[in-house]
């Protein structure tokens, strides 16, 4: 009888140890999961607070214009958050328009807003390049939807 109370209290803490350990390792998973889960929403939150990567750059179209053959853009966005949009009536001895300030990105939507100019400013950022929006940030539709696009050049630097 003794023997068997020894094998019975050496198997209870065995037990014991094992539940400790289980405890242990599901902290330690616990944790695990709640720093991956942190850096996963830092990392989403600040690509869709204001700038990612890849948006950076000079982007180039002509745009659609009543009274001449369109409207050339140049869009410089720098990875500061700032950006510079030049507007050139085409065949028209007037002035170019430019319009400096910052640029908010938001990456779940993709809508691009600068801000500081009083031109249109909102844009969807895809990859096609930047879709010039109407005043209200909504998509612009009919004929010349197509011809609303800036496309980013290529930089071989």
């Given at each position: ?20 350990l ?88 993709g ?47």
């Amino acid at each position: 009888m003794k023997f068997f109370k020894t094998s019975v209290f050496e198997n209870d803490c065995y037990i014991k140890k094992i539940i400790k350990l289980e405890f242990f390792m599901k902290k330690i998973i616990f944790v695990l999961i709640l720093a991956i889960v942190s850096i996963l929403v830092c990392t989403s939150l600040w690509a869709g607070g204001g700038r990612e990567k890849n948006l950076p750059g000079i982007y180039n179209g002509v745009i659609p214009a009543a009274d001449c053959p369109g409207i050339a853009v140049v869009a410089i966005l720098n990875d500061k958050g700032e950006y510079k949009i030049t507007y050139q009536y085409i065949d028209r001895s007037v002035e170019v328009v430019t319009f400096t300030g910052t640029f908010t990105y938001n990456g779940k939507t993709g809508l691009l807003t600068l801000n500081g100019g009083n031109l249109p400013s909102y844009y969807k950022a895809d990859k096609k390049g930047l879709t010039q929006l109407d005043m209200e940030g909504n998509k612009i539709t009919g004929n010349l939807a197509k011809n609303y696009i800036l496309r980013k050049v290529p930089f071989s630097g």
